[in-house]
């Protein structure tokens, strides 16, 4: 069945230390992943796809189908990253996207 | 160009009731998807609407039924509300099959059932 894994509710690092958001899938076919961020008081936006091969803010995503994950990194953490974090999946079947349960990132200043 | 707009961004409802939620999709978007998101939790897919037919579902009851209108913009209906369903209830607009762009989101209608 088709699955997004977060494994962890909360992430805390200072500013300055790299940042890594784990996200694990289970699927069939051929995945189709982004990462969606939510900030303090705003709408869920999409962050970053794997099919762009894109750095947005800082944050790069890849795609490792060995290890079917497809962790968020960022080298230097800001303050302003502090915010919620989905991983989502693209059920192309069912035309769905399965959202993980998501990680609260906190940067400490 | 404007976003997904969602109406109204609160309701509280009586257990029993019934309940409608709009959503106006983002411009030149002509599918609609509907996610419930309980505290603490991503979204779940509810259903998904294109040309005004579902076009997928997920694990909801036939409660939770929707329409599609000729613009494009969507309502989700709930009947029979259950203190469970209290939730925020989000809409996401998005070209077909959501390959490239992913969804546009808004900002969400909270639904407290009492």
């Known amino acids: 069945a088709q699955r997004v894994t977060q494994p962890e509710k909360l992430l805390s690092v200072f500013k300055g230390a790299p940042?890594?958001?784990?996200c694990n899938y289970s699927y069939s076919g051929s995945p189709e992943l982004f990462w969606y961020v939510q900030y303090s008081r705003q709408r869920l936006q999409l962050l970053l796809r794997?099919?762009?091969?894109?750095?947005?803010k800082g944050f790069t995503a890849d795609l490792n189908k060995g290890e079917t994950s497809f962790h968020l990194k960022k080298p230097f953490a800001q303050e302003e990253d502090s915010a919620m974090y989905y991983c989502a999946l693209l059920y192309s079947s069912a035309s769905k996207i399965?959202?993980?349960?998501g990680t609260r990132l906190s940067i400490r200043p | 160009e404007t976003g997904v707009?969602?109406?109204?961004?609160h309701l509280i409802k009586t257990r029993g009731q019934q309940v409608t939620l709009r959503c106006s999709s983002q411009s030149g978007h002509n599918t609609v998807s509907w996610y419930q998101q309980a505290l603490g939790q991503g979204p779940q897919f509810i259903f998904q609407y294109y040309r005004e037919e579902e076009n997928g579902r997920g694990n909801f009851p036939p409660r939770f039924s929707g329409l599609q209108f000729p613009n494009y913009s969507s309502e989700l209906n709930v009947n029979a509300l259950e203190l469970d369903d209290s939730a925020l209830y989000l809409c996401a607009s998005s070209l077909p099959a959501a390959r490239r762009e992913g969804y546009t989101f808004g900002s969400g209608t909270r639904l407290t059932v009492v």
């Open chain 1, 19 to 22: 940042v890594e958001l784990k």
């Open chain 1, 50 to 56: 794997h099919i762009s091969r894109e750095s947005i």
């Open chain 1, 98 to 101: 399965i959202f993980g349960s």
């Open chain 2, 5 to 9: 707009t969602q109406s109204p961004t």
